[in-house]
């Protein structure tokens, strides 16, 4: 069967970074915190940030929106991906007695990192709400991204394909907001979100 390259960029970061087990138990329960509940600590952060109050139709609930909007986006273009290209065995499938695994995980392929693409989607729509939100947004993505591979279930440059896909899927989606008008205002209405007379000079 033909099979996706391992390169030796590839083998020697991850060697790298897979390394870092050997450092501290404390950070290794963080990575697996990060590598293997991502989409829940992102779902967390989504449903604070829309149902804090007040219950306003402000920027940062528009930017939920926008940024659940890119990490479908992002997944899709992934899965598509990954029914194109050549199989990708991951690093425990490939190397298993060089890895250190600390999560379980299907031996499907690897190439690309769905966490990371998603991931730094999310990120991305974050930017519409502050700055500052989007860029704490990119660190949690980047963290994300390098904990998969520091359990061994990602080579470097799975989470690198993915983070590019992401920050494109993210910056698509905020170039075309206007035509995501109808559903937030559809999301506003369905949570009886209020207008916040702020926002609207802001508009």
Same mark, same amino acid.
């Given at each position: 069967?033909?099979?996706?390259?391992?390169?030796?960029?590839?083998?020697?970061?991850?060697?790298?970074?897979?390394?870092?087990?050997?450092?501290?138990?404390?950070?290794?329960?963080? =990575?697996? #915190?990060? $590598?293997?509940? &991502?989409?829940? +600590?992102?779902?967390? !952060?989504?449903?604070? *940030?829309?149902?804090?109050? @007040?219950?306003?139709?402000?920027?940062?609930?528009? =930017?939920? #929106?926008? $940024?659940?909007? &890119?990490?479908? +986006?992002?997944?899709? !273009?992934?899965?598509? *991906?990954?029914?194109?290209? @050549?199989?990708?065995?991951?690093?425990?499938?490939?190397?298993?007695?060089?890895?250190?695994?600390?999560?379980?995980?299907?031996?499907?392929?690897?190439?690309?990192?769905?966490?990371?693409?998603?991931?730094?989607?999310?990120?991305?729509?974050?930017?519409?709400?502050?700055?500052?939100?989007?860029?704490?947004?990119?660190?949690?993505?980047?963290?994300?991204?390098?904990?998969?591979?520091?359990?061994?279930?990602?080579?470097?440059?799975?989470?690198?394909?993915?983070?590019?896909?992401?920050?494109?899927?993210?910056?698509?989606?905020?170039?075309?907001?206007?035509?995501?008008?109808?559903?937030?205002?559809?999301?506003?209405?369905?949570?009886?979100?209020?207008?916040?007379?702020?926002?609207?000079?802001?508009?």
């Amino acid at each position: 069967m033909h099979t996706f390259p391992i390169t030796g960029f590839d083998r020697h970061w991850f060697l790298v970074i897979n390394g870092w087990t050997a450092i501290s138990p404390v950070l290794n329960d963080l =990575a697996i #915190v990060l $590598a293997k509940y &991502a989409p829940e +600590l992102w779902a967390v !952060i989504f449903l604070l *940030l829309w149902f804090w109050p @007040p219950l306003k139709q402000n920027r940062s609930r528009r =930017a939920v #929106v926008y $940024a659940t909007v &890119a990490g479908v +986006l992002a997944l899709a !273009i992934n899965v598509s *991906l990954s029914h194109f290209l @050549p199989y990708r065995p991951r690093p425990f499938v490939f190397e298993p007695h060089l890895v250190h695994q600390l999560i379980s995980h299907k031996p499907d392929t690897s190439f690309p990192s769905d966490h990371a693409a998603g991931s730094f989607a999310f990120a991305i729509g974050l930017f519409y709400a502050r700055p500052r939100d989007g860029w704490w947004g990119l660190l949690f993505a980047a963290a994300i991204s390098v904990a998969r591979v520091w359990v061994g279930v990602h080579w470097p440059t799975d989470v690198l394909a993915g983070a590019v896909i992401g920050l494109i899927s993210g910056a698509l989606v905020l170039s075309l907001k206007s035509w995501l008008e109808g559903l937030v205002e559809w999301l506003f209405a369905l949570f009886g979100f209020q207008p916040e007379r702020r926002y609207r000079t802001r508009r």
